[in-house]
């Protein structure tokens, strides 16, 4: 039974390359009928952020990739794992759990106490910028295997704070098999003495991570490459603790990069090249400084969603539109690239378009009613065409007032630019009879409309390559824009009838004729 997790710590907003984090282990549990869990690791309380769980939860339920057990999940009648683990699945709240892990380290001789305060490890690191506590330093520092047991014991009955420190053994090779990386091998000299247990009471990230994904049954860890370093330290808790041989297998997903492929994505890369790296807007609670969001631009979770799976992975065949469901179906870890993935603000923007373009036209004139609630005075089958034909120009929603706002309300200014370019006698006496011809048409669909400008031209022996431009400008203003038979189609012959005179009045009060 596949079991997985997405383990955030609650230090800030989620950010996307972590919403992808979510979404792999999402697919993976979807694909193989198992568990999608959400712990949140909230042990490092001087980075806790009010408001950043709640935004993990809210961000996951946007983008439909809910857990199906722990955080934000109902509770579950059978728990897989024990009642008492079951419980919280907030480390903060399950804190009582680490301790005694911890202390069967020491017991067996893979951990230690350490007395050193901040100041005299600062003092160590001013001394030697490389300052590391590991098998080499820990021999000269304030821990317990310097001091004799009685002065271990008498510092900590007299309460003298103090860490508990992973022994590294020197001189070892610790082997990380990654599903993603392959064999990663590093040697233990490299490694220092990493705090599992603090002054506080609390566990840190590793040791809580460690016993939570054990006791939690997860057989899968999939997570950020920026975890990679770690995953020596946490292959040797596992033995040490011994439970090597029912450790979960690692994916480290590759990182997400600035579009220019140099560096890690990051917040500023957003604000720079202007598109948000969160899924949702975020207010910082301190600075009250605004981050924007993929909701709050206007994209559809399942086109963000659709992007995100595809930063990274790829299906192994050109298709690259996918429901949630079928990228659940299609998912491997076989198709992540090992190399980092640039992320294309402008096909975030595509795929919003593809989703767009599906939508039906009832679906874009309410969500179009909402934005602008100002066209609440048109008929809805009115807006319903509009939106049908600026749906092609446009990537959300909100692009539809800029692409339309001609349709609903006649032009006052005209490009006269092209104007002056354009209009000479010929094309003038075009529009005069254009004008005529169009007030009591057989028809006005498309083709009617197409047939009388086709043999207006010809009357007045004039192409319609040089007034269709120009009447596009006395129509809406512009020198271009959407369909423009389906525009007049829509506007109906009264209203272009109407527009091409006021057009036409306008630019001989100009005088623009030569
Ligand atoms: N709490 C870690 C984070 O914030 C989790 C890393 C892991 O998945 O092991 O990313």
């Known amino acids: 039974m596949v079991r997985v997790r997405f383990a955030p710590s609650p230090t800030g907003p989620l950010h996307i390359g972590g ?17 999608f869990i959400l712990r949140i690791e909230d042990t490092d309380r001087a980075r806790f952020v009010p408001g950043a769980e709640e935004y993990i939860l809210e961000s996951l339920k946007w983008c439909g990739i809910e857990p199906n057990e722990g955080i934000g999940a109902p509770p579950l009648k059978e ?12 480390q903060s709240e399950r804190k009582g759990i680490y301790g005694p892990f911890a202390q069967q380290l020491i017991n067996n001789g893979h951990a230690y106490y350490a007395f050193d305060t901040s100041e005299e490890l ?98 899968h860890v999939i997570r950020g490459e920026e975890w990679l370093p770690s995953a020596p330290l946490h292959v040797l808790l596992y033995r040490f603790l011994g439970w090597e041989n029912l450790m979960p297998k690692f994916a480290h997903l590759p990182l997400l990069l600035k579009p220019e492929g140099n560096g890690k994505l ?86 919003n378009q593809q989703y767009l373009w599906t939508k039906s036209a009832d679906d874009l004139a309410k969500e179009f009613l909402k934005i602008e609630p100002r066209i609440n005075i048109f008929e809805l089958d009115f807006i319903k065409k509009v939106c049908l ?3 092609e120009k446009a990537c959300f929603v909100s692009d539809f007032w800029e692409l339309s706002h001609y349709i609903f309300i006649p032009p006052t200014g005209y490009d006269v630019e092209i104007i002056k370019k354009k209009w000479n006698e010929t094309t003038n006496n075009f529009f005069v009879v254009l004008a005529e011809n169009l007030k009591q048409p057989k028809g006005f669909q498309k083709n009617d409309i197409d047939q009388i400008i086709k043999q207006t031209a010809i009357s007045q022996n004039i192409k319609p390559g040089e007034i269709m431009q120009l009447l596009r400008v006395l129509l809406t203003g512009k020198g271009s824009g959407v369909d423009l038979l389906g525009l007049m189609e829509l506007l109906g012959n009264f209203e272009v009838c109407n527009r091409l005179v006021k057009g036409m009045e306008f630019v001989k009060e100009k005088t623009y004729i030569k």
């Not at 919403?19 to 568990?35: P, S």
């Not at 728990?79 to 907030?90: D, G, H, M, T, V």
């Not at 098999?177 to 590093?186: A, F, P, S, T």
């Not at 065949?317 to 469901?325: A, G």
Request: glycine share 6%.
């Open 19 to 35: 919403v992808r984090t979510a979404l792999y282990n999402y697919l993976f549990a979807k694909k193989h009928g198992g568990d």
């Open 79 to 90: 728990p897989i794992i024990s009642k008492e683990n079951a419980l919280s699945y907030r």
């Open 122 to 219: 600062e003092a160590c690191r001013k001394k030697d910028s490389n300052f590391a506590y590991n098998s080499i330093s820990r021999k000269n520092l304030n821990n317990s295997l310097v001091l004799t047991e009685a002065e271990v014991n008498q510092k900590i009955s007299g309460g003298e704070p103090y860490v508990i420190r992973m022994k590294i053994p020197p001189g070892e090779e610790v082997k990380v098999n990654d599903l993603i990386r392959g064999e990663v091998v590093v040697n233990t000299l490299q490694m220092d003495d990493k705090v599992l247990f603090k002054s506080d009471g609390m566990p840190t990230y590793h040791l809580a991570n460690v016993v939570d994904d054990f006791l939690m049954k997860i057989t």
């Open 266 to 351: 990051s917040k500023r890369d957003g604000d720079r090249l202007g598109f948000p790296v969160f899924p949702l807007q975020w207010t910082d609670p301190d600075s009250k400084e605004v981050s924007s969001g993929y909701r709050e631009n206007g994209y559809y979770p399942d086109a963000f969603i659709n992007m995100l799976a595809l930063l990274g992975w790829n299906p192994g065949t050109e298709q690259e539109i996918f429901s949630l469901e079928e990228l659940a179906m299609v998912f491997s870890f076989e198709h992540i690239h090992k190399a980092g993935a640039k992320f294309n603000p402008e096909k975030a923007k595509w795929f």
């Open 389 to 391: 034909l600026v749906k």
